[in-house]
Nanobody, 115 residues
Framework: QVQLVESGGGLVQAGGSLRLSCAPS????????MAWYRQAPGKQRDPVAG???????DYADSVKGRFTISRDNAKNTVYLQMNSLKPEDTAVYYC?????????WGQGTQVTVSS
């Protein structure tokens, strides 16, 4: 069982920045793909960005050029740098990890962008 712990959410004004972090709570071996998803009230959970263990990244069109995903393989930690935030980025952000064929989710962290 892998427990993911997220941090870094909060309230920010439009145009501001936040950095999210996600790491497993215990000592585990290497995690393969890691990703960030988000879910706004009344909407489905959608992918935001993903990164392979080798560093290949992908982004939702709505965040390209504004968000950057990165990871530290030694710490099995994934980050999401969010710049030029918009009110429509307001959502609960979830970390997702693939580990030995299983999918694990974090508990979510709230990001609120005020206009």
């Amino acid at each position: 069982q892998v427990q993911l712990v997220e941090s870094g959410g909060g309230l920010v004004q439009a145009g501001g920045s936040l950095r999210l972090s996600c790491a497993p709570s215990g000592s585990i071996f290497s995690i393969s793909r890691m990703a960030w998803y988000r879910q706004a009230p009344g909407k489905q959970r959608d992918p935001v960005a993903g990164i392979s263990r080798g560093g290949r990244t992908d982004y939702a069109d709505s965040v390209k050029g504004r968000f950057t995903i990165s990871r530290d393989n030694a710490k099995n930690t994934v980050y999401l740098q969010m710049n030029s935030l918009k009110p429509e980025d307001t959502a609960v952000y979830y970390c997702r990890a693939e580990y030995f064929g299983n999918i694990y989710w974090g508990q979510g962290t709230q990001v609120t962008v005020s206009s």
